[in-house]
């Protein structure tokens, strides 16, 4: 199916619907022209008025028209890339232009949408196991010229998971206005922004408008992808990092007596090892309203993100908890799983003067004592952990433990670090006291282990995307 983005609300028949059609046409000119005319007509004729007859009946409209929001000339805006259908869409290809502007970027996928290698500059080739019916798919990074109008044209195909197009369905892009000064009439199209000294792969950000207020905001831009969308407060994540970039874009209107409007950001950036950026700043934002033609944005001065730097997190060993076993009686610890680690600390209680063996290699030697302790090393994968107790003839008893390492990242266990993933973490974002005795989706999204999952979790998160490991 051809779509490419309409007016506001209006969906395009499908693909099937504009051949049904275009038969019936022909059918009625093979009718009223005779059986002899049929050959000539379809040689000739059948093509071109093909291609006449859809654009007659279908006229492409490539944007959705937003004639009351304005962009300042000469900014960079990152513009969402809608789906809306009816069914469930799987797979879409859809190619961008911009008129009255530049196409400086293009992040493909969201909305449970990933990422393929066919992928362009200009275009997405993009696809969903799960399916989608609405949402965001891709963020274009528009700069826009210096009068006129700029529009975000988006042209594509949709299919669903049988291999057809959805009954109805269709990928949006959008029109403004370009000004060069902000009155108070007018809805501004407004960047978010940010720069900093080493590659940010996350943010969570808030924002707060003086001098007018916030109307919609969209998240994402610059390579950047949405995770959570709350009103005012975006958090998204870039696979790479990027040392500056737009990562979202706010919808925002002066009241009727200000001078300036000024768009606030708060929140934190995080690098993919946990940690904040040695600096950071989101670009605030001053708009002077109902000045001269040539008032262009100037940025306020902000400060830089204070966030206490972090090491890196890298899964340590862990020490399971004394069993409740009396001391005297063979007994091991639970070992936590699924986890990440992989070494981790196992106790327990023996008998006097027995030794402790794993998997038939000794680990602890005969002694006196009624408890031990070790170190254990875990293969990816699942581990299956055979303890024995040994005394002077032979084993007196086997107790076993199963435990699965995964890779870092993989919260779902499917030996690669994906959207799925990502869902998973989203779930559980900001969430805190974080203990061994969390459900594992929980556990596993707090990487760092500190009991509370946040930003710097999140840009661990988007440093392993991608990534893919092999179990046992």
Not at 139 to 146: C, F, R, Y
Not at 215 to 226: H, Y
Not at 254 to 268: C, D, F, H, Q, R
Not at 405 to 427: H, K, S
Request: hydrophobic share 35%; aromatic share 6%.
């Amino acid at each position: 199916m051809k779509t490419s983005s309409p007016s506001a609300h209006r969906n395009n028949e499908n693909w099937s619907g504009l051949v049904k059609k275009e038969h019936q046409i022909l059918s009625v000119i093979i009718a009223s022209t005779g059986g002899l005319l049929v050959l000539f007509f379809l040689v000739a004729f059948t093509f071109p008025l093909r291609s006449k007859l859809l654009e007659s009946l279908y006229p492409k409209q490539n944007s959705e028209a937003f004639s009351d929001v304005v962009v300042l000339g000469n900014t960079v805006v990152s513009v969402p890339i809608e789906l809306q259908a009816t069914e469930n869409v799987t797979a879409i290809d859809v190619d961008v232009s911009v008129a009255g502007g530049t196409l400086e970027g293009l992040t493909c996928g969201g909305a449970s949408f990933e990422n393929t290698s066919k992928s362009t500059s200009s275009k997405c080739v993009i696809f969903s196991p799960s399916g989608a019916q609405n949402g965001v798919v891709a963020m274009a990074l528009v700069k826009s010229g210096t009068s006129g109008t700029l529009a975000v044209n988006v042209d594509g195909n949709l299919s669903t998971a049988d291999g057809n197009a959805p009954t109805q369905g269709n990928v949006y892009g959008v029109v403004f206005r370009i000004v060069q000064s902000l009155t108070t009439t007018d809805k501004l199209y407004v960047p978010v922004s940010f720069n900093a000294s080493e590659a940010v792969t996350a943010a969570d950000y808030t924002l707060s408008i003086t001098g007018g207020e916030l109307l919609q905001t969209s998240c994402g831009g610059s390579g950047f992808r949405e995770i959570l969308h709350n009103n005012n407060n975006c958090v998204v994540f870039n696979v790479n990092g990027v040392t500056q970039g737009v990562i979202g874009s706010a919808v925002v209107r002066p009241t009727t007596t200000s001078t300036s409007l000024s768009v606030n950001i708060t929140g934190t950036l995080s690098t993919e090892s946990g940690r904040a950026p040695s600096t950071g700043t989101f670009n605030n934002l001053t708009i002077p309203v109902n000045r001269a033609a040539s008032a262009t944005p100037t940025n306020m001065p902000s400060p830089t993100v204070t966030v206490t730097p972090s090491p890196t997190v890298v899964p340590t060993a862990t020490t399971a908890p004394t069993p409740s076993t009396a001391p005297g009686t063979f007994g091991v610890g639970n070992i936590t799983s699924p986890t990440y680690s992989e070494t981790v600390g196992v106790q327990g209680t023996k008998e006097a003067n027995t030794s402790i063996w794993l998997n038939g290699t000794q680990i602890v030697t005969s002694n006196t004592s009624t408890t031990w302790s070790t170190n254990v090393t875990l293969d990816l994968g699942t581990n299956t952990l055979v303890f024995s107790q040994h005394a002077g003839g032979g084993t007196n008893r086997d107790l076993t433990q199963t435990v699965d390492r995964r890779g870092l990242g993989d919260i779902n266990g499917d030996e690669v670090v994906n959207v799925f993933d990502v869902g998973i973490f989203a779930g559980h974002y900001n969430e805190t006291n974080v203990t061994d005795n969390s459900v594992s989706e929980a556990r596993l999204s707090d990487m760092r282990k500190n009991g509370v999952i946040d930003v710097f979790d999140l840009g661990i998160l988007a440093g392993r995307y991608g990534s893919q490991y092999t179990y046992n």
